[in-house]
């Protein structure tokens, strides 16, 4: 076998092995626990690094006629799993999927490095560690699957470690947290489904394989009919407005992993459903939906902008943005062009390791402050603890989209793809939507500001001045560093990200 033949295989379930062993492990091995925690996230990391050099950036995306869209696929593996319904083990890597896949891949390692020093109450090392695990597994698979049964299977194979992340080491509300994610997640899953097999029934002959149903013709009626069903499972997970009430609760409870895992790859899971299933199987309904899609991104936008004005707690502030950038992102695919679908892209992985950072920086302020209220934590940051807040400065800037770092990127091309939307949309609705997504910047901008100004600057209130409150660690420095780095990178080098998305999204969009 080459490499090509078993490099995602090995990428996707060696964390899910690596949980079995730590699940076998006695219980008062912490140390060890973490250290296999890292290995095992660490290994599938360095098989996505060889995959990345060795990806051809050049090659059209996994779209169109079957067989055009199956030589587009790289690291391919298609064997026989369920014969009776003919799902298969079908997996693969193109240019709109290898950047999230390398995203999943990076920063469930870095997450497993910060819990090295950081594992929230109650310990347990040994079942939070595992369930980190298996939660990498169902998300690294969604990014790879080309069956719908088996994407499915990698959906829902996440909604159990995330659900327990929050249920058991979260804050005081996790309960409550949990059980509403849970339940927003699973009703839009059931609906997704429903499309799912809808598509297999009507198409001749039956087929989970995603390649052969972009070719299937369904009629109009239907496409607009599952498209509605998967647009439900998709934009629960984004999530859209007004599916997003969820989001804010699960972010603001969660272990500071989970929510770094959250914002930085759940999320985007939906995001990925709607370019990689809803829009190239279903380009007429895509076309009829896109407009109402546009509508709600930038609602979100403006919605969460106002709402991050109004928040008191850090990381429920950040919780908000992460509503608003995904508006960005969901603008971007409304547009139904290469310059939106690229923009799209781009700003998930921008999103991902800005917004990661923000969490784990959110998190790091509570360990130190023991509060993430920003009226007590009260200014003077950038005296008591100036490297922790001149990186919360760095990155709260990245995310409001300063030129040069990365968060610019993909919400001034959303914003630029809206001016000339794919043809036969509205250009008067696409350039109204523009503008009021620029308002959405600006407030973006205000709202960062306002908190940076509240928490980093000032003198350091009384309560803390005889408080020794430790700086950035080594254990933060390792974990952060990557994250920061990327931000710096994609911001001056764009191309990064659309040197390999670009070839493929121009694949996607010739269906429309």
């Known amino acids: 076998m080459s490499f090509d033949d078993w490099a995602i295989t090995l990428a996707v379930f060696l964390p899910a092995l690596g949980a079995l062993v730590v699940a076998l492990m006695p219980g008062d091995r912490d140390r060890l626990t973490r250290g296999l925690g890292i290995l095992f996230t660490g290994i599938p990391l360095a098989i996505g690094v060889a ?4 990806f051809d950036a050049s090659a059209p995306g996994a779209f169109g006629a079957a067989a055009d869209a199956r030589g587009a696929l790289q690291f391919s593996v298609d064997a026989s799993w369920i014969s009776v319904i003919d799902a298969r083990y079908f ?25 090295w020093r950081y594992l929230p109450e109650p310990g347990r090392p040994k079942a939070f ?17 080309f069956d719908l049964v088996l994407f499915f299977v990698f959906w829902e194979l996440v909604l159990v470690p995330m659900y327990f992340l929050i249920g058991l080491w979260g804050g005081p509300n996790r309960e409550y947290a949990a059980i509403k994610f849970f339940l927003y997640t699973l009703f839009g899953s059931v609906f997704m489904l429903l499309g799912f097999l809808a598509m297999y029934f009507r198409a001749d002959p039956h087929t989970f394989d995603m390649l052969a149903l972009q070719g299937a013709g369904f009629d109009r009626t239907f496409q607009l009919v599952v498209f509605a069903a998967m647009f439900l ?13 969820w989001l804010p609760d699960a972010h603001t409870e969660a272990p500071t ?24 199987i279903l380009p007429d309904a895509a076309r009829v939906w896109a407009p109402w899609i546009g509508v709600l991104a930038v609602i979100a936008i403006v919605y969460a902008a106002l709402a991050c004005l109004a928040q008191r707690d850090l990381k429920r502030l950040i919780a908000f943005s992460s509503v608003g950038h995904m508006g960005f992102v969901m603008l971007g695919i409304a547009t139904l062009t290469d310059v939106g679908i690229n923009a799209a892209i781009y700003g998930m992985v921008a999103h991902g390791v800005i917004t990661g950072m923000l969490f784990f920086l959110a998190g790091s302020v509570h360990e130190r402050y023991h509060t993430r209220e920003i009226e007590e934590i009260g200014g003077g940051m950038l005296q008591k603890v100036p490297f922790l807040a001149s990186i919360l400065a760095f990155t709260a800037i990245a995310s409001l989209g300063l030129p040069g770092l990365a968060g610019f990127w993909g919400e001034v091309m959303a914003l630029l793809s809206s001016y000339s939307p794919a043809e036969g949309l509205s250009l008067g609705l696409y350039r109204t939507l523009m503008v009021f997504g620029g308002v959405g910047t ?14 980093n600057l000032g003198t350091v209130p009384e309560r803390w001045q005889a408080k020794d409150l430790a700086d950035v ?24 990200i659309f040197g390999i998305t670009n070839d493929a999204v121009a694949t996607l969009t010739g269906l429309f």
């Open 233 to 245: 499972g998709f934009a629960i997970k984004v999530p859209m407005w007004p599916f997003h009430t």
């Open 129 to 145: 560690v595992a369930l980190l695990l298996l939660l990498q597994t169902g998300m690294a698979g969604t990014f790879v699957a």
């Open 91 to 115: 997996v693969g890597i193109d240019g709109v999927s290898l950047p999230l896949f390398e995203l999943t891949l990076l920063l469930g390692f870095l997450c497993m490095i910060y819990t």
């Open 473 to 496: 660690n080594a254990v933060e420095y390792v974990s952060w560093a990557p994250l920061l780095v990327g931000i710096l990178l994609l911001g001056v080098a764009p191309v990064l």
């Open 442 to 455: 600006i407030l973006t901008a205000g709202y960062f500001l306002w908190m940076l100004q509240r928490v």
């Open 257 to 280: 992993v989970g929510s770094v895992i959250l914002a930085g790859v759940l999320l985007k899971m939906g995001t990925y459903g709607f370019v990689r299933i809803a829009l190239p």
């Open 51 to 54: 995959m990345l050099f060795g």
